[in-house]
């Protein structure tokens, strides 16, 4: 059962929900000195502790896409759909509010291979993606996302238990790799168990709601989701990621993703926190406040001015101005 | 007033009710704990496969102990068995007790929670967790301190003041007056950043941080929700996470490397933790905190010493210490016990879901929002002179507490 504000429209948003995802860190080949005391093994097996961090596009969209010019787009001079330009949302962000282009990490054909139904409700997801994706809102990204969400996570690997601390939400998930029960109900992040198929570790995850997404695109599954995770050392600092997707509600077969994730190799690094929740309330919440501190909310739809001003100062602009 | 951990543990309630999973954990040990729990037994040292100690599992605190020691138990450190039967005997009949007040009124609705959301334990060895100072409890406030505590408890109580609650002489009004004109104050912020539930509700800044899921984390001493960590080591690593506030829950990752704390302008609202061994102790100094975090007064200034020791394979040993020389005229230290839980019933809520079904923080807006509407057309009375703050009746009060 979804909640009041889950279900208003928000017409457009401000533009900080939207951004955020197009930084990634630079991974460089240097091995930090933590690293270096960080043994390779674990009661035998690959040792994978540590913090880590996809570098991609896969959290803009899965499949393989053209760069485009922003998140939210509106029909622009042309009535082309390949002539569209930046929504008010992110208009203000310029360049950085664009999105980045993809060969996609869906294996194979590159196709999702969605039920008839299931991907009209893809596309119009897709279309209402400020309304509707859960990460806007702070919420817990689910697995495969928060793999690939654009943020580190930190592996603690013990011989019984892999704990995963995701710096978004204070996300985490435990894997266990000895007996343990399943959970009394579904859940965001789902119920992962382990087992090491040589030096593999291979995780099933099950116990999913169907709450969370792929990415940004709109690709969603159902709480009949069924994930194998498959996680390979390539070299000390890149682990290579596979994920078996199967949820016979929503799609034909099971298909599969594959990416590399890099170790976070600066000898200073940390988990930050990235608490979220707090920065989402005037997105969230700021209908309901008593002085409105965006000024167009009509009932439950924000509305955004885009106001640009060239701030003085701006001197490479005063002198492309002359 | 209470004390901030039992407000806290109510307010939670209230932001995450709607997160649904209210997990009740049974304690899997029966209680009866050693008295002598004082008395440290020579430890079989417990080490992970790569030879650091092992401190792994799922732990909480078994039984109830005050966090201040009541003045009636005065110097005495330890309850009596006599003492214990007699409070568990008397706590026991409070166990899913509705408690109402007079029905019909604003109070008697407010209490969201009553005993059976409550987790009641046996009560504990010892009449006060804190260990020092001697007295069992919290060391005076600085003079600035009680300054700024006094100015905010003044704020609280004038949005309370043209309310039923101030009318009816209720517990959360005590220090206050009643005064059917609602005060002028309403308009101002707080006299600093706000991090409790108060009377008003403008905006989310005015909801505490238990109602906008964001609880502040340490020091953490438990609640009537539960309160669990699970610890997992890898060498050179500790993460813990903890379990609280249903479905507030969060994480730390210990540094081991020894390098120095975080920059002081990066702030966190669980701190910045460095952890070394000594011995069979893991110790944990944590600063950095946000200014927006408060425990008992104290906020980015609080700096904590954390010991970690496995006295035996079923039970380990936390004690903190606790040094904000801005609130407090002297350092004070914690002493907890925790017991291990089962690994493969898995007991523990470890998704911190809580945004995600938070009912209560825009309807406690969209009801002010409402209220004031109502009032402009003449259809309602003034929104000041309603209590939507106040929400602890339907607990029973402990005995213990």
Excluded at chain 1, 236 to 264: G, L, Q, S
Excluded at chain 2, 142 to 166: V, Y
Aim: aromatic letters at 10%; glycine letters at 8%; proline letters at 8%.
């Amino acid at each position: 059962m979804r909640g009041r504000y889950l279900g208003s429209t928000i017409t457009v948003a401000i533009a900080a929900a939207a951004v955020g995802a197009v930084i990634s860190a630079s991974i460089t080949q240097t091995s930090g000195q933590a690293q270096s005391a960080r043994p390779a093994a674990v009661g035998g097996k690959p040792n994978f502790s540590g913090i880590w961090q996809a570098n991609n596009e896969a959290n803009w969209d899965l499949q393989a896409h053209a760069a485009r010019p922003a998140a939210v787009t509106q029909q622009g001079v042309y009535p082309y759909d390949f002539a569209r330009v930046p929504a008010a949302p992110v208009l203000a962000l310029g360049a950085a509010g664009a999105v980045p282009g993809s060969l996609g990490v869906v294996q194979g054909d590159g196709e999702i291979p969605y039920k008839p139904e299931a991907l009209a409700m893809r596309k119009e997801n897709a279309e209402h993606w400020i309304d509707r994706d859960p990460e806007l809102k702070c919420y817990l990204p689910g697995i495969p996302r928060a793999m690939y969400l654009p943020h580190p996570f930190q592996i603690t690997q013990s011989t019984n238990k892999i704990h995963i601390a995701y710096a978004f939400s204070n996300t985490a998930r435990t894997i266990h790799l000895d007996k343990v029960d399943g959970p009394p109900d579904d859940t965001w992040m789902g119920h992962s168990v382990g087992r090491w198929d040589g030096d593999t570790l291979v995780v099933d995850v099950t116990n999913f709601n169907d709450r969370t997404w792929f990415d940004r695109a709109g690709n969603y599954h159902s709480d009949a989701l069924h994930l194998v995770e498959r996680f390979t050392f390539r070299s000390p600092d890149v682990i290579w990621y596979e994920v078996t997707i199967e949820d016979p509600k929503v799609f034909t077969r099971p298909w599969r993703i594959a990416m590399p994730i890099y170790r976070r190799a600066e000898p200073n690094m940390q988990l930050l926190e990235f608490r979220c929740n707090e920065f989402v309330e005037e997105f969230m919440y700021g209908n309901l406040r008593k002085q409105p501190l965006v000024r167009h909310w009509e009932g439950d739809t924000m509305t955004v001015d885009i106001t640009r001003k060239v701030p003085p100062g701006d001197l490479f602009y005063q002198w492309y101005g002359r | 007033m209470r004390d901030r951990l039992s407000s806290s543990m109510l307010t939670v309630a209230i932001a995450a009710a709607a997160a649904g999973a209210l997990v009740s954990v049974p304690v899997t040990r029966a209680s009866a704990q050693a008295p002598a729990a004082s008395v440290t037994p020579p430890a079989p040292a417990l080490t992970t496969p790569w030879g650091e100690p092992d401190l792994q599992g799922i732990w909480t605190d078994e039984t109830d102990t005050p966090l201040q020691r009541s003045p009636r138990y005065a110097t005495q450190e330890f309850f009596t068995e006599v003492q214990r039967a007699e409070l568990d005997n008397e706590r026991s009949a409070l166990l899913r007790r509705d408690r109402r007040v007079e029905r019909g009124t604003e109070l008697d609705v407010a209490g969201a929670y009553n005993a059976l959301f409550m987790t009641q334990k046996r009560t504990g060895a010892r009449t006060s967790m804190i260990v020092d100072p001697a007295n069992g409890r919290i060391p005076p406030l600085t003079p600035e301190a009680q300054k700024m505590a006094g100015a905010d408890r003044e704020f609280r109580l004038a949005l309370l003041q043209a309310t039923e609650t101030c009318r009816s002489k209720s517990v959360a009004c005590s220090g206050g007056k009643y005064d059917p004109t609602p005060s002028p104050r309403i308009a101002e912020l707080p006299p600093r950043y706000n991090t409790a539930r108060m009377n008003r509700h403008d905006g989310p800044e005015d909801g505490s941080l238990p109602d906008r899921c964001l609880t502040g984390g340490l020091p953490e001493f438990g609640a009537a929700t539960g309160s669990f960590r699970r610890i997992v080591q890898t060498p050179g690593g500790i993460s813990i996470f903890y379990d609280v506030g249903q479905g507030q829950g969060w994480q730390r990752n210990i540094v081991m490397d020894g390098r120095p704390h975080l920059p002081a302008n990066v702030r966190q609202w669980y701190g910045d933790s460095r952890g070394h061994w000594e011995g069979n102790t893991l110790v944990i100094d944590v600063t950095n905190f946000s200014s927006k975090t408060d425990f008992q007064g104290s906020r980015d200034n609080l700096h904590l010493v954390e010991r970690w020791t496995r006295t035996r394979p079923t039970s380990l040993e936390y004690v903190v210490t606790i040094e904000d020389p801005a609130v407090w005229t002297k350092a004070w230290t914690v002493r907890q016990e925790f017991g291990k839980q089962s690994d493969q019933e898995n007991r523990l809520y470890y998704e911190p879901r809580c945004i995600e079904g938070n009912y209560g923080l825009p309807g406690l807006m969209r009801g002010a929002r409402t209220e004031e509407l109502a009032f402009a057309e003449g259809r309602g009375p003034h929104p000041a002179t309603k209590d939507n703050a106040t929400d602890f009746v339907g607990v029973e009060d402990d005995p213990l507490q």
